[in-house]
């Protein structure tokens, strides 16, 4: 049987997350070792490593931080183990109220149809932080 390739695995996550609300579905392809890395500058930044580590600390993103929290991606490219996405990150803070819209690249790591990494790299951490001040 062969794995899932790259761009499936990460397509199918996107569509659970932002097309279905479904982190169950968006987690799917991850594992114990799996890992995902936020910006050190936001208030729930670091290295979250398993899925359970990684679906509580989307979780509490979503929760905690963001209303209308969505992921416009425009372009994806990819190759055998690594897939990029690039988009648009718009969002509003839950305690300041205030609308951020900046781009954002998530650069995803799979390897045998299983995710070993994802990490977002913002363009503009300083808007999103004020946001959430």
Do not use: C
């Not at 279905?20 to 979250?48: C, H, K, Q, V």
């Amino acid at each position: 049987m062969t794995s899932k390739s790259a761009r499936q695995v990460v397509d199918e996550a996107y569509t659970a997350l932002f097309g279905r609300g479904d982190l169950e579905g968006f987690l799917a392809d991850f594992d114990e070792n799996s890992e995902m890395i936020e910006a050190a500058s936001l208030p729930y930044g670091g290295a979250y490593r398993g899925k359970n580590a990684i679906g509580a600390a989307i979780q509490r993103v979503i929760s905690e931080y963001w209303n209308d929290f969505a992921y416009d991606i425009e372009s994806i490219v990819y190759g055998d183990e690594y897939v990029m996405a690039y988009g648009r990150f718009s969002a509003t803070g839950k305690k300041s109220g205030k609308k951020v819209s900046f781009p954002l690249t998530e650069v995803w790591r799979i390897r045998d149809g299983r995710v070993t990494l994802v990490h977002p790299v913002y363009g503009d951490t300083k808007q999103a932080a004020e946001a959430l001040a």
